[in-house]
Each structure stands twice: as C-alpha cells, then as structure tokens.
C-alpha cells in the first residue's frame, strides 16, 4: 500500500474537526486529500474511531494528579486501511471565578450567582473580602447553533453553548458549607470557531435571567434536545412535607428572595429548557408535567417525543416522558418502570430482566405549575412515619425512608406530578435503584445506557430500603456501579392496558459495564483504577460508535473521563480530573460546521475524602496554585494536541 501524502498539520486539523476532529464524510477526507495532492475519486472515507488509553496519574508525577491531564490518542481508521493519530489535550474557555467578556464591551464573573432580582449575591464570610459568589462546581454543557446568529465581531462562525452551574461547595472562609443554598446560575457562552481548525474562543458570557421559572435549584446533568435546546435538570427535589425543618432550602430561599419563607418547595425538582437566541441570550422554561423527580439528566429520543430520565436518589426508578407533540415537552404523558425478574448487574448473566410500565398520569405543564401554586403538601395526601394501623393508609418506601400514606380523594394528578416519588411507589412501581445518573441513547441500535453511580442501599436484599418484590434486589453491594443498557422498542402497552404512543419505550435492562471495589491499593483507590468507578455522566457517539463516561467517584483518587466503544468493547481511559474533583459537563457533538466536539468540565478539585489521606499534604498546595484555592473549576472541551500530528500506516 502507497503511503499517503504526510498532510500538513493546518489540513490534518481541517479533517479531523476540532474536539476530538475527525472526518465526518468521505466529501470532507476528499477535500483534504485533494488540497494534498489527491483526488477526489481516490479519497478514503472514515471507517471508524479508536482511543488509546492513557495511564493514570500517580504520586511520581504531583503536578498531572493536581490538574486536568490528557495523555491519550484518537485514532482514525480510513477505507484505505490507513490509520492518523492525534494526541489530545484539554483547552479550557475559562476557570471559574474569571472575569469574561460579557459582550458589551464590559467583563462579568464566570459562575456568579445572583438574585431572583438578577442582582449579584454576596459571600460576606470573610471581613474585608467581600465578593459576588462563584460556583466551583460547573455541570451540564450543550454545544449548539441556532439560526441566522446576528453576534458581531467574530472572525470565523458563532457557535454557543450553554453551561448550568450545579452549587458553590463552600464559602471562600471554608468553613461554611453552601451545597443547595444558592440559586443555581445557568449561562450561555458565545464562541467563535475557526474555520480552519475548528477552535473555539470565548467572545461573550451571558447570564440566563431565571426569575420567571422561581430560580433553579441544584442543576446537574443535561443534554442537547433533538431539536437544539438544552434540557437542564433539578436534583434532589426538597420534600415539602419537611420544609419547615429544612434549614438548606431556607438559606437558598433566603439568598434568592431574601425571605426564608418565600421559596415554594412545588416549584423545583422539574426539567428546565433553555432556548439560545441568535444574539446569544437566551429565554427559560420549566416543564413541570414531566415528574419532580431527582431530575439528573433528560435524553430525548430521536422521535423527538419520548423522553428517558435519570433519577439520582435512593429509590430512584425508571422514568419516561411521552410528549403529545413533536418537539413540545409541555404536555405528555408519564411512565414508571416495573422491573421483572433476573435483574443482575454482574456481566457474566446474559439475560436481561424485562420492564412493564406503569401510567402515572396526563397533564400540562401549565396546569401541574397552577397546582404547584395554589396546593399544600397535606392537601395532595396524608404521610407519616410510623405505622398507624390503619387500611386506609399504604406502607411504601421512598427517599430511602418507610412511609406510610393516604392519598387525597381527587388528588391523582398532583399526586403524580408533584409528590412522583411516593405516588410511583404507592402505584407499586419499583423503586428501588440507587443514584441513577445520566442517560444516553445509541439510536441505531435503539439502546438506552443509564449509570447507577452506587449499587448498594435500596439495591441490596435485606437493607432496610430495600423493597422486597419490585424485581430490585441484588445479593450485595457494588459501591462501584455499572452501566445498564435498555432496549428500545415500539408497541408496548401499559400494565393497565393502554397503548403508549412511542417506539422508544425500554422493555429490559441489564448491565453493560461493572466497576470492582477493591481494598485500598497503594495510591488510596478503592476502586479498581484501571475500570470505571461510579459513573455519572454518559454521552454516546454515533458517529465514533462510542460511550463517553464521566465518573463521580469517592473511590478513585483521580475521577476519569472514559471511552468504551461498543462494537470492539474497547475501554479507554481518555483523560484524568484534578484529584477530588468530578468528571461532568460531558457532550459529544458528533458535527458542527463539519466540526466535532466533546465537551468536559470538572468540580470541587481538591474536595477531600478518606481515600486521599495518602495525596492530600502533597496534592492540596497545588490544586489550591491552579484553582483559586480551590474556589475555581475548568469549563472546557477536548482538543488536539498543539504538535505535529502523525500519518501512519494502518
């Protein structure tokens, strides 16, 4: 075979299309391979996309534990059977707590937080050093375009993304915890891309004014929906039932009205939608008709209708979203899974345990928010903790507690869209999973994957959240995780008999890839270092036929971003996160102006727990040198490495 013409780095770059770049059609390889010397009859067309896996981190190298490191390679295979390497490397837009340009020719700080009045909130901690707050702690990213972009002054096409900040883990005293007590901002980044190497530079930062959908709380995973919104999240809904003793959801409902009181606990735990203007702002709406759940992350199918989401809490379950309309999530109608029998998460059982679903309710996001509105927890049902001998009232387990309750006569709507967690239950739906975290969806194989970050509480048979029957129960513990994969099909009914209007619905699950605790090794892991620990986000390539993995782990010295391809089930590790900091933001966009991207960010580096004892004294002076003492995080995406690439020979 005729070796091909070396390309120049400039046109290597042109193909393989900026993060990480690869050729997306063979008009694109003849492009290239024309301006070489080629032709276009001759040009080679992508085959495929492979990851070297690079080597963790360790204590012989300090400075690669105590920062973003990338130390693997995409390889390309061609039709030619030839084969181009490309180093990668990571390029942050920015690190929290820096001042951006905001557009207008002034700055605006990166992750500030602020007031249902849009005015900065103040972390007056330390005297002296009064400053807006910041968020360490960056989460779901989308890369998108919208239409006719009207942004000027940009040299090459704009591009956006929009980046949800999930909760500052302390005040700058650090001292004073801040998890869930401010609003969580949310903003979208105007980028200019070069269309020569696919670069993307940071031109303007813009605010999202969240006052019209009551503020957002403790925003996580997200995605890019089919039809190019971001579709955000709000995690560990607040209990109502509770709120008077919840001294978290005070202080939030303090720094965002500035009345502890004020916040109505019915008005988070839903799925925002952020939609990009072409000037680079953007408008915001809650959807308050698709269950207040742990919302973590929302995938959209390709029908643009049903939706599958995770449910990051102890007796989570299985949920999905059926819109009325294409494209149009404010009306629908809501699912819970029943899992049958064989439910296994070790990878040797080949069988999958198969999946029912149970109807919850039809509703409008407008009418479940008037609800949210005008009802009292008491009215929508009566719950208490212990058993109070009566008939009337059902036993159910929920948030990892046993309740008992009555449900309201006439309440079954806002039962099911505003109390979803203990209607589900109450429904017999199984309850039973264990932080249940992102969802992706491989759509030519009409497969679903959801992580469960921890398999162990309500998972395990005998623990005390454990639901005896509802098709959930494993001998022991896997505090390491897996990640399920569901098939998806069409024709499926539920388990009263009603048709459900998708051809997206899951009908099993069983698991694809299974981490392994270990006793701590030398370096601290307690999790075997060379698999995936607690994953958390996950993004599918079609293109790359690859599953990105995030991993949020307390087992792992340094969190991973993985690649685990699934036609050679090849697992690579493809770059390490600061030491106790965790793996999020992740997007893989597939094509942009020709162009390819993964997007990545980080949280809390440097958040200590007992696994670190060994790293801590000689980690800590450094992450606190490269992330304002620890108070900053990266938001940022995968690149090629600024060097030669090289051609090689397959």
Same mark, same amino acid.
């Given at each position: 075979?005729?070796?091909p013409?070396m390309?120049?780095?400039?046109k290597?770059?042109q193909?393989?299309?900026?993060v990480p770049?690869l050729?997306?059609s063979a008009s694109a390889s003849?492009?290239?391979?024309t301006a070489?010397?080629?032709s276009?009859s001759?040009a080679?067309?992508f085959v495929s996309?492979?990851?070297?896996s690079?080597a963790a981190?360790?204590?012989?190298n300090a ?6 490191t ?6 390309i295979?061609?039709?030619d059977d030839?084969v ?5 490397a ?7 707590g820096?001042? %951006?340009?905001?557009?207008k020719?002034?700055t605006?700080l990166s992750?500030g937080?602020?007031d249902i009045?849009n005015?900065p ?8 050093k009064?400053?807006?707050y910041?968020s360490d702690s960056?989460d779901?990213?989308s890369?998108l375009?919208v239409a006719?972009?009207?942004?000027t002054g940009l ?6 993304a929009v980046v949800?900040?999930e ?6 005293d650090g001292k004073t915890?801040m998890?869930g007590?401010?609003?969580?901002p949310i903003?979208v ?6 269309q ?8 303007k930062?813009h605010?999202v004014?969240?006052s019209k959908?009551?503020?957002l709380?403790?925003?996580c995973g997200a ?6 919104t971001?579709?955000s999240?709000e ?9 008077a003793?919840n001294?978290?959801?005070?202080t939030?409902?303090k720094?965002?009205y500035g009345d502890?009181?004020?916040?109505n606990?019915?008005?988070y735990? +839903?799925m925002?939608? %952020?939609?990009v203007n072409?000037d680079g702002t953007?408008?915001?709406k809650?959807h308050f008709?698709?269950?207040r ?7 959209v199918?390709?029908?643009?209708r049903?939706a ?6 102890t007796n ?7 819109a ?24 040797k ?7 029912t679903?149970?109807k919850m ?8 928010e008037?609800l949210?509105?005008?009802?009292k ?8 903790s ?8 059902t ?5 990892g507690?046993?309740?008992?309750i ?5 309440m079954?709507k806002a039962?099911?869209?505003l ?5 589900a239950?109450?429904?017999g739906?199984?309850l039973?999973?264990t932080k ?5 969806v491989n759509a ?6 959801s ?10 048979a005998g623990?005390?959240?454990n639901v005896?029957?509802n098709g959930i ?6 505090v390491?995780g897996a ?8 024709g ?5 008999g009603?048709t459900?209007n998708s051809?997206?619905?899951?009908v099993d699950?069983k698991?694809?890839l299974?981490?392994?605790d270990i006793?701590?090794?030398a370096l601290?892991?307690?999790a075997n270092?060379n698999?995936?620990a607690n994953p958390d986000?996950?993004?599918?390539s ?7 993995i995030g991993?949020?782990?307390?087992? +792992?010295v340094?969190?991973?971003?993985w690649?685990y ?8 590790r493809?770059?390490s996160?600061p030491?106790g ?7 893989a966009?597939?094509e942009?102006?020709g162009w390819?991207?993964i997007?990545?960010?980080f949280q809390h580096?440097?958040?200590?727990g007992?696994i +670190?004892s060994?790293v801590?004294d000689?980690?800590d002076?450094?992450i606190?040198a490269n992330?304002?003492?620890k108070?900053g995080s990266?938001v940022?995406?995968l ?5 030669q ?6």
């Amino acid at each position: 075979m005729t070796q091909p013409t070396m390309p120049t780095r400039r046109k290597a770059l042109q193909l393989l299309a900026g993060v990480p770049m690869l050729p997306l059609s063979a008009s694109a390889s003849a492009a290239l391979l024309t301006a070489c010397g080629g032709s276009d009859s001759a040009a080679p067309s992508f085959v495929s996309a492979s990851f070297t896996s690079m080597a963790a981190p360790t204590l012989a190298n300090a400075a690669a534990m105590a920062t973003t490191t990338v130390g693997s390679t995409l390889n390309i295979k061609l039709s030619d059977d030839s084969v181009r390497s490309y180093q990668l490397a990571y390029q942050p837009f920015f690190v929290t707590g820096d001042m %951006v340009s905001d557009g207008k020719g002034g700055t605006i700080l990166s992750g500030g937080y602020y007031d249902i009045n849009n005015k900065p909130i103040v972390d007056a901690t330390v005297a002296g050093k009064e400053r807006q707050y910041f968020s360490d702690s960056p989460d779901g990213t989308s890369l998108l375009t919208v239409a006719n972009p009207t942004v000027t002054g940009l040299k090459g096409k704009a591009v956006f993304a929009v980046v949800q900040f999930e909760y500052t883990t302390w005040a700058q005293d650090g001292k004073t915890d801040m998890y869930g007590k401010l609003p969580s901002p949310i903003a979208v980044l105007t980028l200019d891309q070069d269309q020569t190497t696919g670069k993307l530079s940071l031109v303007k930062y813009h605010n999202v004014d969240t006052s019209k959908v009551h503020g957002l709380w403790i925003t996580c995973g997200a995605s890019l929906s089919p039809w190019g919104t971001h579709l955000s999240s709000e995690e560990y809904e607040p209990d109502a039932f509770n709120i008077a003793s919840n001294a978290m959801f005070k202080t939030y409902s303090k720094n965002l009205y500035g009345d502890e009181t004020k916040a109505n606990p019915y008005h988070y735990g +839903h799925m925002p939608e %952020v939609t990009v203007n072409p000037d680079g702002t953007a408008s915001i709406k809650k959807h308050f008709c698709m269950g207040r759940i742990s919302h973590e992350l929302v995938q959209v199918m390709p029908d643009n209708r049903t939706a599958l989401m995770g449910d990051d809490a102890t007796n989570s379950g299985y949920f999905v979203f059926v819109a009325d309309k294409e494209k149009d999530l404010s009306s629908g109608t809501l699912y819970v899974a029943k899992v049958g029998s064989g439910f296994s998460i070790d990878p040797k059982v080949g069988t999958a345990a198969p999946l029912t679903w149970v109807k919850m309710g039809s509703a409008t996001s407008a009418e479940i928010e008037n609800l949210a509105n005008t009802l009292k927890p008491t009215d929508i049902m009566t719950v208490v903790s212990k058993d109070p001998a009566d008939a009337s009232y059902t036993k159910i387990v929920a948030n990892g507690k046993t309740e008992w309750i009555k449900l309201s006569p006439g309440m079954e709507k806002a039962a099911a869209f505003l109390e979803t967690h203990r209607y589900a239950a109450y429904l017999g739906a199984s309850l039973g999973f264990t932080k249940m975290e992102g969802t992706t969806v491989n759509a030519k194989d009409k497969i679903a994957y959801s992580a469960l970050q921890n398999i162990q509480s309500s998972m395990v048979a005998g623990n005390a959240a454990n639901v005896p029957g509802n098709g959930i129960s494993v001998p022991k513990q896997l505090v390491a995780g897996a990640v399920m994969a569901l098939n998806l099909k069409g024709g499926q009914k539920d388990t009263a008999g009603g048709t459900i209007n998708s051809e997206w619905m899951p009908v099993d699950t069983k698991v694809l890839l299974a981490g392994e605790d270990i006793t701590a090794d030398a370096l601290g892991n307690t999790a075997n270092p060379n698999n995936v620990a607690n994953p958390d986000n996950l993004k599918f390539s079609e293109k790359m036929r690859t599953l990105f993995i995030g991993e949020d782990s307390g087992q +792992h010295v340094n969190n991973f971003l993985w690649a685990y391809n699934v036609d050679t089930k090849q697992l690579s590790r493809v770059m390490s996160i600061p030491a106790g900091g965790e793996s999020t933001g992740l997007h893989a966009v597939d094509e942009i102006n020709g162009w390819t991207y993964i997007m990545s960010n980080f949280q809390h580096a440097g958040d200590w727990g007992a696994i +670190h004892s060994v790293v801590k004294d000689t980690l800590d002076p450094l992450i606190k040198a490269n992330y304002k003492n620890k108070n900053g995080s990266a938001v940022g995406y995968l690149t090629a490495a600024a060097k030669q690439p090289s051609l090689n020979q397959a």
